[in-house]
């Protein structure tokens, strides 16, 4: 069993960068691919970037590429997500998820998630 907290979300205006923070307790996220996801209102939830602990491998949504950074920290036990250049199209609730699945490819689909942060809003507006 992994808790997983973000923070981070504000308010900001379009151009602007946040930096969101997702902290994992009661296990080591090594074995865990860790996803950020986003959903805005009337749309499906989204994930716009992961990494995976084992291999270090890193995804991003065309949407987000170049723009957004996925770190981790070992010792934290934590993932962060780097966004510059917002736009108000960025404007949604965004989760950090964990999942030990299995598969080729990094795990994309909210499904495939069993662990998941209550979120923090992030609005992008002038």
């Known amino acids: 069993q992994v808790e997983l907290v973000e923070s981070g979300g504000g308010l900001v205006q379009p151009g602007a960068s946040l930096t969101l923070s997702c902290a994992a307790s009661?296990?080591?996220?090594?074995?865990?691919?860790v996803g950020w996801f986003r959903q805005a209102p009337g749309k499906e939830r989204e994930c716009v970037a992961g990494?995976?602990?084992?291999?270090?491998?890193?995804y991003y949504a065309e949407s987000v590429k170049g723009r957004f950074t996925i770190s981790r920290d070992n010792a934290k036990n934590a993932v962060y997500l780097q966004m510059n250049s917002l736009q108000p199209e960025d404007t949604a609730v965004y989760y950090c998820?964990?999942?030990?699945?299995?598969?080729?490819?990094?795990?994309?689909?909210?499904?495939?998630?069993?662990?998941w942060g209550q979120g923090t809003q992030v609005t992008v507006s002038s």
């Open positions: 998820a964990a999942s030990r699945i299995g598969i080729p490819g990094f795990p994309v689909l909210s499904s495939q998630y069993p662990y």
């Open positions: 009661g296990r080591s996220l090594f074995s865990d691919a």
């Open positions: 990494i995976r602990w084992g291999d270090n491998s890193l």
